[in-house]
């Protein structure tokens, strides 16, 4: 691959809550030149389908990330203290199939990301596999007023031709025909 | 390959041992894990290949788009267009958790160094085409990444999973499309005829080589990459689909197709000569699909320099 310059714009993690109540979860990023810039295009990306009531990004550099093997070899996080600030911290408690993502756990009260992390730990339990620490700042979230919420996300609600359940059962379910088979 | 060829210089067999018990255990290796650079390298390589078939895989049907037979399917198509946009998407990022860059990867893509599935260097010849790339194609698509998704990479079995759910609206539109007119006129079902009679073999090679001649496949299943071999995905395409296409009425290209004992669908000889030449290009539009890519990259030039202004000029001042 070509060492050309890098022109691309930065990276942003995409957190997406999929109903009120629900955690945010860390769903993957996009390329974006500013916070509504990612914003958009996560939504597009992300919210095509029904199942998503808010979305929130960050800048990859501003996450703080760990696993639980990185920690177990010693590694920590920048702990160096500022001033005392809200963080997000996100967790992946399972290894169970493929349908486990970094989940938002809730906020903590630091004065740097090791420090909120060693709180977190001691709140959510010592042994999650990975941890990711954001300060709170650092977070961008879709509108949360209802109209605005409701220009957002409620569109993707009417594309019945977008689900698969639009389209019916067209000839014998596959399954049906494999128990016919001797 | 042999051990010895997997150990890089700086890894020793115990950082291995260590990593392959994790992959038997069932657990999934997440960025900033230990991982062989060569489990990397092949995972960077495979990921990448499979967002840019993606993103290729936009053209032959978005040809389409102001030709469908009416708004319905106009939108269904733009919504499995945009969608193909967006499985690059999380594939993109899945390889960026691997320290690939979205730039690099998409540089490979342009300037012809990168592969990406073959399939879609066949001219869609007709609306029914269409229909049977989205059964067809996407159908042996499913295939793969359901197996995929139980990949031990967290990132990329994670983005299957999304895609796979996705794939299957693909899927069901296209099998809905074709049936429709495999049970409409005489022309209608030529139609559907002819488009089977063109794909047929395309999908059952973009299933890759025979296990014999593939030269990744032992490494990337002891790593838990892949879970199944080409040939097994293979078999059970066509078991689910065979079935399918005879109920639809419609006959499937080759003579040699039967059932054995246990009831598998067996194929004839796959032509795999005419695979090789699509893919190096000597057969079918890859030129023409590179030079569509490139064009669109360079069209979209003002936009990502109006963005860029933009970004700067409301930019909070330090």
Not at chain 1, 77 to 83: A, N
Request: proline share 7%; aromatic share 8%; charged share 25%.
């Amino acid at each position: 691959m070509s060492a050309g310059p890098d022109t691309q714009w930065p990276r942003w993690e995409v957190f997406k809550q999929d109903g009120p109540g629900k955690r945010h979860q860390a769903v993957g990023s996009v390329h974006a030149a500013d916070p509504q810039h990612a914003l958009y295009t996560a939504r597009s990306v992300f919210a095509r389908r029904p199942a998503a009531v808010s979305l929130w990004v960050a800048l990859a550099q501003d996450i703080h990330a760990i696993t639980l093997e990185q920690r177990q070899a010693g590694a920590t996080l920048p702990g160096t203290p500022g001033p005392a600030q809200p963080y997000r911290v996100f967790g992946k408690a399972s290894q169970r199939r493929a349908m486990t993502f970094v989940d938002d756990l809730g906020t903590v009260e630091a004065a740097s990301p090791q420090a909120a992390l060693e709180q977190a730990c001691e709140r959510y339990g010592d042994d999650l596999l990975v941890w990711w620490v954001v300060p709170e700042p650092a977070l961008h979230r879709s509108p949360e007023d209802a109209p605005s919420l409701d220009s957002w996300f409620a569109p993707a609600q009417d594309k019945t031709y977008r689900q698969q359940g639009s389209y019916g059962l067209v000839g014998r379910h596959p399954g049906e025909r494999r128990r016919e088979q001797p | 390959m042999t051990e010895a060829a997997r150990i890089h210089p700086g890894e020793t067999p115990e950082q291995h041992a260590a990593f392959e018990a994790r992959i038997q255990r069932g657990e999934k290796i997440e960025p900033g894990d230990w991982m062989p650079a060569e489990y990397r390298r092949q995972l960077i390589r495979m990921i990448s290949q499979h967002a840019h078939s993606e993103v290729v895989g936009m053209l032959p049907e978005g040809e389409w788009i102001t030709r469908a037979p009416s708004l319905r399917r106009k939108l269904i198509l733009m919504a499995k267009v945009q969608d193909e946009a967006g499985h690059g998407q999380y594939l993109y990022h899945a390889a960026e958790t691997l320290g690939a860059t979205r730039e690099a990867m998409l540089d490979a893509l342009l300037s012809g160094q990168a592969k990406y599935s073959s399939i879609f260097n066949y001219p869609t010849r007709s609306w029914a085409d269409v229909g049977m790339i989205g059964w067809l194609v996407d159908g042996a698509a499913i295939k793969n990444q359901t197996m995929l998704a139980g990949c031990s990479y967290g990132p990329y079995s994670r983005a299957m999973v999304r895609i796979c759910s996705e794939e299957t609206f693909h899927h069901k539109q296209g099998k809905e499309m074709i049936v429709t007119y495999a049970r409409g006129t005489a022309g209608q079902r030529q139609m559907a005829q002819d488009a089977l009679n063109r794909w047929w073999w395309p999908a059952l090679m973009m299933l890759g080589p025979h296990d014999a001649d593939s030269p990744n496949s032992g490494v990337l299943t002891r790593w838990g990459i892949k879970l199944k071999s080409n040939d097994e995905v293979r078999q059970q395409f066509l078991d689910e689909h065979v079935p399918e296409l005879l109920e639809a009425g419609l006959s499937i290209p080759d003579p040699l197709l039967h059932q054995d004992e246990q009831g598998h669908w067996r194929h004839g000889p796959i032509d795999w000569s005419e695979f090789w030449a699509v893919v190096k290009g000597e057969r079918g539009l890859n030129r023409e699909r590179l030079a569509t890519r490139q064009q669109a990259h360079q069209d979209g030039a003002w936009v990502r320099e109006a963005m860029s202004a933009y970004a700067a000029r409301t930019a909070p001042t330090a």
